[in-house]
T-cell receptor
């Protein structure tokens, strides 16, 4: 059982549609990060959320940290082909570890 | 430009033949780590290092070794590779471990390793 459960695992949508992906856990975290990984590259940080209920916006991407700091969501408005990639959430795993979820693979068709 | 450089990018090797994947960062970060990425399992941490000469096991350390003799370098060593170590490997560096605000994890471009 993974510490972080991401859903859905795979999402294929048309350009212009909206979507939400989730990162859930039964544990409480002091912070959570979202990364995007494009094919052939390493993940790149999108955002860090630290406060329960916090909402952060990055252009068409909206990130929310759950009130209880156990979960997070990423909402994309009017998806574009450039949004295609693997979206990963990450948390501190105790000590000096970092734990990543398995990711949501998003494909946006033109 | 902030960079994490790992080599080789692609490697096919045979079972039991020792190999080293090098990793170097130019950001003077104290924290470096290695991950492997497998379909459906995401990124799993192999080893991490909090500073020179200080290393610790991640979640999947079996079959791997690391060393941190210099701050900028963190090589991953497979003493006797086996087919179950076929994977995509990422080196990463950051100010410290975890995901606190201000702590961006920078990743290399990945090394595709196939063990036959």
């Amino acid at each position: 059982t993974q510490l972080l459960e991401q859903s859905p695992q795979f999402l294929s949508i048309q350009e212009g549609e909206n979507l939400t992906v989730y990162c859930n856990s039964s544990s409480v975290f002091s912070s959570l990060q979202w990364y995007r990984q494009e094919p052939g590259e390493g993940p790149v940080l999108l955002v860090t959320v630290v406060t329960g209920g916090e909402v952060k916006k990055l252009k068409r991407l909206t990130f929310q940290f759950g009130d209880a700091r156990k979960d997070s969501s990423l909402h994309i408005t009017a998806a574009q082909p450039g949004d295609t990639g693997l979206y990963l959430c990450a948390v501190g795993g105790g000590g000096f570890k970092t734990i990543f979820g398995a990711g949501t693979r998003l494909f946006v068709k033109a | 430009e902030a960079q994490v450089t790992q080599n080789p990018r692609y490697l096919i090797t045979v079972t039991g033949k020792k190999l080293t994947v090098t990793c170097s960062q130019n950001m003077n970060h104290e924290y470096m780590s290695w991950y492997r990425q497998d379909p459906g399992l995401g990124l799993r941490q192999i080893y991490y290092s909090m500073n020179v000469e200080v290393t610790d096991k991640g979640d999947v350390p079996e079959g791997y070794k690391v060393s941190r003799k210099e701050k900028r370098n963190f090589p991953l060593i497979l003493e006797s590779p086996s087919p179950n170590q076929t994977s995509l490997y990422f080196c990463a560096s950051s100010l410290y471990g975890g995901t606190l605000s201000g702590n961006t994890i920078y990743f290399g471009e990945g090394s595709w390793l196939t063990v036959v």
